[in-house]
Every structure is written in structure tokens, then in C-alpha cells.
């Protein structure tokens, strides 16, 4: 049985998915929020929004991701980082998912990875959770009712969180999987509800492809001038480093907070939506992301909420850190229409140093913006786990490495190549401690990296006096407006001048030890900042 619109010469029957229940094509919100409360998935929330909880898993399973390894790819894939798979295993595994699959009802939604309909990927998400079409509905792009009619996927992803895989039947790690087969165009998730393994399948995909068009993938949000796309401004940056923060600037217009392409032709979000972390989310602080809680059709993942009033509670992390919320992108009243931007015109490049060791801002070569974006940096800071109890170096290459399918010098060549063809400006900002290392220092003034990045986005930063910083040799403004001159320089915040030169030596160190695996595949330039 079938429901919705469709192609007609393109349903799961055409695709070998057969013996299913009811299979409903491209409901809407209404209808999606109606079937999974009927289904018990979740509970209404103020304004409409939908409260759900995704049980033992809170986040994504990386570890539990894999690659198909068929001849076409084997080739080009990052294999430390994607574990793989054997072909014959995942036919096994794709056979006896498709046949937990029968007689249970499935949701299907055909949609678009990519805001520029030159290079988006048509997928069809199909889901064993309503509460799971609504949230791939908002979060990727959706096409006009009328486009359906002739729409044919590309890829399809199936997830079905009720399916167990077994590790020696499936050769995988685990009962939960995530199975990338590029030559079959399937990708399966299995054993797991959290939602965010939905949208993130669809980025690796686009991290696989998009190189092969010389189109550059980046995990990072975007944003652009008032009426003028050409200054656009991008900005990577790992798990709390202020990266949907920043970007949110209402004086700008929000391309998109989280994945983006770089083509030819300009900057262009692969999203229709924002899936945003609500820990602590305020309406003084981030009052429309926050306003987007009591919006109809949002869906509210890993939140406490009072039961009689449905109030949320944005501090109570009991059930996860990683509490979200998931809305279309036009709940942002200065979201761009078009999701489309310019070629970069400042390329920003965030970390959260607990060190203490680096400037509030640092303009970078290309060779030095290919150093630090393999070097993907930022850190934990005591107590945020078991066993720290000092700061801790991340680097995360590509600031995403979980979502980087092949090797990251291919992204980084991409990057360094695309800064020279077009002259973005790069900057790296740290909005992590000044004057100290985490619990000596103090975290870096959000007003200063305000008036730090608007002084880059509209140019004047360029005709600042700088001076060249004696650990990393990138060059740092002496004097900006509005920010203390003092706070530019930190090794001057620090008060005792030895310790903040162990502690950059500390650091300097943690860099090269680190960027170490990347030397016998970079260019010389980059290699001899990676060498001092």
C-alpha cells in the first residue's frame, strides 16, 4: 500500500524493497507529527514542537560506521578512518535488514543534499520512525510538491533502529551499524535512533563525491553581507568553539551553521535546516534559535521537559550534554532564501584553546590555513570527562574527521587551492582562555572576538599593524578598536612570562606531534611550517 506523492515508475517496489506494510512517500510536518504520536514515538510539545528521547544511544556510534570495500573505491578512501566493510558482508546485512523489514510500515522522503541544484545529491531517506522523516525532512532540502513527480534517488538511505546487527554474521563491530556501499548507493543504519546519524550519512556521501568535481565539502557555517553574497565569510570550528554562535550574526545574512560546498560557482549549503545544541541555549543569548522550541514541527531530541506544562528544561543534562533541537531553516528570520553565498571572502578557522597560548585572532598564509585546518585543533578543559584534570589537545582534522571519507590532505589541497584561486583572507580565532591556562585564566571576552571578527568581515583588520607571533609564525593585529591591546598579546596577560613560554612550547609540540602523520603527503611549504 502506498500514500503521498511519488513517481509512480520510481517506488521501494522498482528499488527490490518489497513486502513492506503501508509505505507513506513524502508526508508533510502535519501528517508526520500526527503518525508518530499515534505510533507513541514522542509527545506534543509547546507550539507544536515534537519531545522525543533516542534511548541508549545519544549521539553518534563512529566507531560502529563503515565503508563498502569494492574495487572503484578502495583506491581513494581514508581507510584509518573508515573501517571497512566486505561486500559480501553487507549483502547479508542489506538481505536480512530487508527481510526484518516486512510487513512493518515504513516512511519515505526524496530529498536534496545541496542548496545548488548544479550539484545536489537527490537521496530518499527511508525510515522506520515518522519522528525520523520529520527530522531528515527539516534537515535536508526539499523539493517543490510538482518535483516529485519526476524525482528519481540517487541514493537511498534505509534506517531501522529496531534491526540488531550481529558483528560475525555482518562483519561489523556491534549490534548498531552504519554501512556505506558507494558502488550499490545504499547506506544502512541499523540499531541505533539517534537522529543525527540520518543527516551526517548524507555529508559523508558529499565528502566522498564532491571532490571528484573539484567542489571543496566543508563542515562549517556560513554567512553573507546584506544584499551582497560576494562577501561571504565561512567558518569551521569544532564542538564548542562558538561556531553556530558567531555565524548567527543578525546583522548577517545566515547561509546555513553547519555543512557547506565550495564550487565554482560560490558557497552553498547542503542543508535545509539547523540541528542546534540546546544545553544552555537562552533567549537573551540566542533568542531565535531559542524562540525555534515552540515552533510547530520542531523536533526536540534528549530533553527534559515538565510533563504538565511541557516546559523545557535547557540546563538539566541528565539524559545527554547533547540535548538538540531540529527546524528549517526558515525559523531563522535572517536566514538566507537561496542558501546560496559567494566565494569566501574571509575564511575563519575557530579553536577554544584551554591553554591559553593563543591570540584572540591571527591572520594565516594558505599554507598556514592548510596547517591548521589538518591540524583540526581545539581542547577539553578539566572535568569535562573521568581522568582530566588538565587541558587536553583534540585535533580533529578537516575540524570533522568522523565525516571524511577519503584523506585529508586531498580536502586540505582542495582548501589551499580554491584561498589562492579566489584571495579569501584566513584568520584563526581563539575564543578559548586568556591569561592563563583553564582555571588559572579567564575565557576570552565574547565581546573582543565580536569586535575582532567584524573588524576582519568588513575589511578594516586588514590595515591594522601586526606583528609576527614568535611560536606558530602566523601574524597578530598589535592594535584594533575597541578590543584592549593588551589582550592581543598573551603572553603579556599571563603574569608570570616563563610559564606561558613552557606552556606554548607545550602546545607548539602537541602541533607537530600530531601533524606528523600528514608530512610524507603535503607540499613543502606546509611541511616546513609543520617543522618550524
Given at each position: 500500500m502506498t500514500n503521498g506523492r511519488v513517481n509512480p515508475a520510481h517506488r521501494l517496489e522498482d528499488q527490490g524493497i518489497t513486502g513492506l506494510g503501508n509505505v507513506y512517500y513524502n508526508f508533510m510536518e502535519p501528517a508526520l507529527i500526527e503518525a508518530a504520536l499515534k505510533r507513541g514515538e514522542g509527545h506534543l510539545g509547546k507550539g507544536g514542537s515534537f519531545l522525543v528521547e533516542t534511548g541508549k544511544h545519544t549521539g553518534r556510534s563512529p566507531k560502529d560506521k563503515f565503508v563498502v570495500k569494492t574495487p572503484a573505491v578502495e583506491p581513494h578512501i581514508w581507510w584509518e578512518n573508515n573501517p571497512p566493510m566486505d561486500p559480501a558482508h553487507f549483502d547479508v546485512l542489506y538481505a536480512d535488514m530487508l527481510d526484518h523489514m516486512k510487513g512493518k510500515d515504513y516512511y519515505v522522503q526524496?530529498?536534496?543534499?545541496?542548496?545548488?541544484?548544479?550539484?545536489?545529491?537527490?537521496?530518499?531517506?527511508?525510515?522506520?520512525?515518522?519522528?525520523?522523516?520529520?527530522?531528515?525532512?527539516?534537515?535536508?532540502?526539499?523539493?517543490?510538491?510538482?518535483?516529485?513527480?519526476?524525482?528519481?534517488?540517487?541514493?537511498?538511505?534505509?534506517?531501522?533502529?529496531?534491526?540488531?546487527?550481529?558483528?560475525?554474521?555482518?562483519?561489523?563491530?556491534?549490534?548498531?551499524?552504519?554501512?556505506l556501499n558507494f558502488e550499490k548507493k545504499l547506506i544502512l543504519i541499523g540499531g541505533t535512533e539517534y537522529a543525527g546519524e540520518n543527516k551526517k550519512s548524507v555529508f559523508s556521501l558529499l565528502n566522498y563525491m564532491l571532490p571528484e568535481k573539484n567542489i571543496m565539502p566543508m563542515h562549517c557555517s556560513a554567512n553573507h553581507a546584506p544584499g551582497n553574497p560576494v562577501d561571504t565569510a565561512i567558518f569551521f570550528g569544532l564542538s564548542g568553539t562558538g561556531k553556530t554562535t558567531l555565524s548567527a550574526d543578525p546583522s548577517r545574512v545566515l547561509i546555513g551553521d553547519d555543512e557547506h560546498g565550495w564550487s565554482d560557482r560560490g558557497t552553498f549549503n547542503f542543508e535545509g535546516g539547523c540541528y542546534a545544541k540546546t544545553i544552555h541555549l537562552s533567549p537573551e543569548a540566542e533568542?531565535?534559535?531559542?524562540?525555534?522550541?515552540?515552533?510547530?514541527?520542531?523536533?526536540?531530541?534528549?530533553?527534559?521537559?515538565?510533563?504538565?506544562?511541557?516546559?523545557?528544561?535547557?540546563?538539566?543534562?541528565?539524559?545527554?550534554?547533547?540535548?538538540?533541537c531540529a527546524y528549517p531553516l526558515d525559523f531563522i528570520s535572517n536566514a538566507s532564501e537561496t542558501a546560496l553565498g559567494g566565494h569566501p571572502k574571509n575564511i575563519i578557522m575557530l579553536t577554544c584553546d584551554a591553554f591559553g597560548v593563543l591570540p584572540p585572532i591571527a591572520r594565516l598564509t594558505p599554507a598556514q590555513a592548510m596547517y591548521h585546518f589538518l591540524s583540526g585543533f581545539t581542547s577539553k578543559v578539566a572535568g569535562t570527562e573521568k581522568g582530566v584534570t588538565e587541558p587536553e589537545p583534540t585535533?580533529?582534522?578537516?575540524?570533522?574527521?568522523?565525516?571524511?571519507?577519503?584523506?585529508?590532505?586531498?580536502?586540505?589541497?582542495?582548501?589551499?587551492?580554491?584561498?589562492?584561486?579566489?584571495?579569501?583572507?584566513?584568520?584563526?580565532?581563539?575564543t578559548g582562555w586568556t591569561g592563563g591556562a583553564y582555571g588559572t585564566g579567564s575565557r576570552m571576552p565574547i565581546r573582543a572576538t565580536r569586535a575582532l571578527l567584524s573588524a576582519a568581515l568588513d575589511g578594516s583588520l586588514a590595515d591594522a599593524e601586526f606583528r609576527k607571533d614568535a611560536n606558530f609564525g602566523f601574524d597578530v593585529p598589535v592594535k584594533v578598536e575597541g578590543v584592549a591591546d593588551l589582550l592581543l598579546d598573551p603572553r603579556r596577560t599571563w603574569e608570570n612570562h616563563d610559564a606561558y613560554d613552557a606552556q606554548a612550547e607545550k602546545l607548539v609540540k602537541m602541533f607537530a606531534e600530531n601533524f606528523a602523520q600528514y608530512e610524507a603527503h603535503i607540499d613543502d611549504d606546509v611541511r616546513a611550517i609543520a617543522i618550524g
Amino acid at each position: 500500500m502506498t500514500n503521498g506523492r511519488v513517481n509512480p515508475a520510481h517506488r521501494l517496489e522498482d528499488q527490490g524493497i518489497t513486502g513492506l506494510g503501508n509505505v507513506y512517500y513524502n508526508f508533510m510536518e502535519p501528517a508526520l507529527i500526527e503518525a508518530a504520536l499515534k505510533r507513541g514515538e514522542g509527545h506534543l510539545g509547546k507550539g507544536g514542537s515534537f519531545l522525543v528521547e533516542t534511548g541508549k544511544h545519544t549521539g553518534r556510534s563512529p566507531k560502529d560506521k563503515f565503508v563498502v570495500k569494492t574495487p572503484a573505491v578502495e583506491p581513494h578512501i581514508w581507510w584509518e578512518n573508515n573501517p571497512p566493510m566486505d561486500p559480501a558482508h553487507f549483502d547479508v546485512l542489506y538481505a536480512d535488514m530487508l527481510d526484518h523489514m516486512k510487513g512493518k510500515d515504513y516512511y519515505v522522503q526524496d530529498l536534496y543534499g545541496g542548496a545548488d541544484p548544479a550539484h545536489r545529491l537527490d537521496v530518499r531517506m527511508v525510515t522506520e520512525l515518522a519522528w525520523h522523516n520529520l527530522f531528515i525532512r527539516h534537515l535536508l532540502r526539499r523539493p517543490a510538491r510538482d518535483e516529485l513527480d519526476d524525482y528519481l534517488p540517487e541514493f537511498t538511505v534505509i534506517n531501522c533502529p529496531s534491526f540488531n546487527a550481529n558483528p560475525e554474521r555482518h562483519g561489523c563491530r556491534s549490534e548498531t551499524v552504519i554501512a556505506l556501499n558507494f558502488e550499490k548507493k545504499l547506506i544502512l543504519i541499523g540499531g541505533t535512533e539517534y537522529a543525527g546519524e540520518n543527516k551526517k550519512s548524507v555529508f559523508s556521501l558529499l565528502n566522498y563525491m564532491l571532490p571528484e568535481k573539484n567542489i571543496m565539502p566543508m563542515h562549517c557555517s556560513a554567512n553573507h553581507a546584506p544584499g551582497n553574497p560576494v562577501d561571504t565569510a565561512i567558518f569551521f570550528g569544532l564542538s564548542g568553539t562558538g561556531k553556530t554562535t558567531l555565524s548567527a550574526d543578525p546583522s548577517r545574512v545566515l547561509i546555513g551553521d553547519d555543512e557547506h560546498g565550495w564550487s565554482d560557482r560560490g558557497t552553498f549549503n547542503f542543508e535545509g535546516g539547523c540541528y542546534a545544541k540546546t544545553i544552555h541555549l537562552s533567549p537573551e543569548a540566542e533568542p531565535e534559535i531559542y524562540a525555534t522550541t515552540e515552533k510547530f514541527g520542531t523536533v526536540i531530541e534528549n530533553m527534559v521537559w515538565d510533563e504538565d506544562t511541557k516546559d523545557l528544561d535547557f540546563d538539566d543534562d541528565s539524559l545527554t550534554a547533547n540535548m538538540r533541537c531540529a527546524y528549517p531553516l526558515d525559523f531563522i528570520s535572517n536566514a538566507s532564501e537561496t542558501a546560496l553565498g559567494g566565494h569566501p571572502k574571509n575564511i575563519i578557522m575557530l579553536t577554544c584553546d584551554a591553554f591559553g597560548v593563543l591570540p584572540p585572532i591571527a591572520r594565516l598564509t594558505p599554507a598556514q590555513a592548510m596547517y591548521h585546518f589538518l591540524s583540526g585543533f581545539t581542547s577539553k578543559v578539566a572535568g569535562t570527562e573521568k581522568g582530566v584534570t588538565e587541558p587536553e589537545p583534540t585535533f580533529s582534522t578537516c575540524f570533522g574527521a568522523p565525516f571524511m571519507p577519503r584523506r585529508p590532505e586531498e580536502y586540505g589541497a582542495l582548501l589551499r587551492d580554491k584561498i589562492a584561486k579566489h584571495g579569501a583572507t584566513c584568520w584563526l580565532v581563539n575564543t578559548g582562555w586568556t591569561g592563563g591556562a583553564y582555571g588559572t585564566g579567564s575565557r576570552m571576552p565574547i565581546r573582543a572576538t565580536r569586535a575582532l571578527l567584524s573588524a576582519a568581515l568588513d575589511g578594516s583588520l586588514a590595515d591594522a599593524e601586526f606583528r609576527k607571533d614568535a611560536n606558530f609564525g602566523f601574524d597578530v593585529p598589535v592594535k584594533v578598536e575597541g578590543v584592549a591591546d593588551l589582550l592581543l598579546d598573551p603572553r603579556r596577560t599571563w603574569e608570570n612570562h616563563d610559564a606561558y613560554d613552557a606552556q606554548a612550547e607545550k602546545l607548539v609540540k602537541m602541533f607537530a606531534e600530531n601533524f606528523a602523520q600528514y608530512e610524507a603527503h603535503i607540499d613543502d611549504d606546509v611541511r616546513a611550517i609543520a617543522i618550524g
